[in-house]
């Protein structure tokens, strides 16, 4: 499963409730975003590829995440662009991983997955290579899984569109739920976790993995 999402969650749910009960958090959250606002309007193009970027070494490297700049990016830009960046950025690191396994193979990828976990993944994708199954891989176990996909050489065409599909919903709830707790909306928030929760234990339960 992929127990860093899930982690993360847990991080986020404790840091909002840290935000809300907290002026000082508060304040130093505006000062930062105020700060870097600025230098957003003075380098809009930099600022974007920078977010981007980051999104994308996110997918491709396992202890990265870019998950924190979502909520300035949020007050930066608002929702839908800061979802667009995030969803770009996400899907050039996923293509990337997937041509680094497919053009390099393991040699290149044991610099970013272990070899042990990176046999498991391809194995079990091997074994389900169904559009629906691998769609549910692709949201229950972590981004470089495209690695595996490469090693294996599943079909571009196919990956490209469940990775877009797997994607998608996680760049909406991400930024949506950081919007939540800007505004203080309880509500929303721990909805869109539970939804995030829910997806993602669903897919590994309907794919029966075993993976960790």
């Known amino acids: 499963m992929n127990k860093r ?19 000082v958090l508060q304040g130093t959250f505006y000062t930062i975003a105020d700060y870097l606002n600025e230098l957003a309007v003075q380098n809009q193009l930099l600022a974007i590829l920078v977010f981007v ?6 997918a491709l490297i396992s202890p990265l995440t870019n998950i924190p700049l979502v909520p300035i990016a949020t007050v930066i830009w608002g929702p839908v662009p ?3 960046f995030l969803l770009c950025g996400w899907f050039i690191g996923d293509i990337t991983a997937y041509l680094i396994g497919r053009y390099f193979g393991y040699k ?20 389900r290579t169904t559009f629906t199954t691998a ?7 972590p981004a470089e899984l495209g690695y595996a996909f490469g090693i294996i050489r599943y079909p571009a065409g196919t990956y490209i569109a469940i990775t877009f599909l797997s994607e998608l919903p996680f760049a909406i709830i991400s930024t949506y739920a950081s919007e939540a707790v800007i505004y203080g909306d309880t509500l929303k928030f721990f909805g ?12 590994f339960r309907m794919t029966h993995s075993d993976l960790v």
């Not at 847990?10 to 002026?23: D, G, H, K, P």
């Not at 970027?53 to 996110?58: D, G, I, Y």
């Not at 869109?192 to 897919?203: E, H, M, P, R, W």
């Open 53 to 58: 970027l980051t999104s994308a070494l996110a």
């Open 108 to 127: 290149a990828v044991s610099y970013f997955v272990s070899t042990e976990k990176l046999d498991d993944w391809s194995n079990v994708v091997k074994k």
């Open 135 to 141: 769609l549910l891989l692709r949201i229950a176990l």
């Open 192 to 203: 869109l976790v539970g939804i995030l929760f829910s997806l993602i234990f669903v897919a």
């Open 82 to 84: 800061t979802i667009i």
């Open 5 to 23: 999402l899930i982690l993360f969650l847990c991080i986020a749910i404790v840091i909002a409730f840290l935000f809300w009960y907290s002026s």
